[in-house]
Nanobody, 121 residues
Framework: QVQVVESGGGLVQPGGSLRLSCAAS????????VGWHRQAPGKQRELVAG???????NYADSVKGRFTISRDNAKNTVYLQMNSLKPEDTAVYYC???????????????WGQGTHVTVSS
């Protein structure tokens, strides 16, 4: 089975920083891309940052210049470094891994359970 586990969330003051981790494990054969999504109360889930198998990255306009997505392929882990945090960054952050369990299989989407980020003074 493929498992996706996020960690690193918590309570932080405005202007502070957090580093989220997303680890994929189990029978995953290859990963096509990994994305960080977030959902705030009363709002739709949105893509925050993504990284492709080739290393290309993309960010939501609201986090450009403040957040950085990176990866460690050997550990099957993707990180989201969040700096200059604002109250509006408060949300549940989810990791989405898109990958294949075998070369013959189509790509599948694996969601993590989410990690809470609260930015408040």
């Amino acid at each position: 089975q493929v498992q996706v586990v996020e960690s690193g969330g918590g309570l932080v003051q405005p202007g502070g920083s957090l580093r989220l981790s997303c680890a994929a494990s189990g029978s995953i054969g290859s990963i096509n891309s990994v994305g960080w999504h977030r959902q705030a109360p009363g709002k739709q889930r949105e893509l925050v940052a993504g990284i492709s198998s080739g290393g290309s990255t993309n960010y939501a306009d609201s986090v450009k210049g403040r957040f950085t997505i990176s990866r460690d392929n050997a550990k099957n882990t993707v990180y989201l470094q969040m700096n200059s945090l604002k109250p509006e960054d408060t949300a549940v952050y989810y990791c989405l891994v898109v990958g294949r369990r075998s070369p013959m299989a189509g790509a599948q989407r694996y969601w993590g359970q989410g990690t809470h980020v609260t930015v408040s003074s």
